[in-house]
């Protein structure tokens, strides 16, 4: 079993930037591919970025390319979502999943808040 827990939310302007973080605990993190999604009020949970394993292939949704960046260091146990030039719409609680054929672990999410 894989426990996630995400932290680096907060409030922050228009035009700003946030790092997320994501740690996970045990010994088989290297072997999920991880992602990151969000949820707005009254939306449906979006992805918002995933990598690979191995940390050499990473995408994101349309909506933040060229603003967010995925990383992950698998000696850290932990996977980032860099995160610039920061709009309102960007609000949201981002969550970060790791996934591995049926397993699928989630983390308790962090609030991300744009003022305009």
């Known amino acids: 079993q894989v426990q996630l827990v995400e932290s680096g939310g907060g409030l922050v302007q228009a035009g700003g930037s946030l790092r997320l973080s994501c740690a996970a605990s045990?010994?088989?993190?290297?072997?999920?591919?991880m992602g990151w999604y969000r949820q707005a009020p009254g939306k449906e949970r979006e992805l918002v970025a995933h990598?690979?394993?191995?940390?050499?292939?990473?995408n994101v949704a349309d909506s933040v390319k060229g603003r967010f960046t995925i990383s992950r260091d698998n000696v850290k146990n932990t996977v980032y979502l860099q995160m610039n030039s920061l709009k309102p719409e960007d609000t949201a609680v981002y969550f970060c999943?790791?996934?591995?054929?049926?397993?699928?672990?989630w983390g308790q999410g962090t609030q991300v808040t744009v003022s305009s």
């Open positions: 999943n790791a996934l591995r054929g049926s397993s699928d672990y």
């Open positions: 045990g010994r088989t993190f290297s072997r999920y591919a």
């Open positions: 990598i690979s394993r191995g940390g050499g292939s990473g």
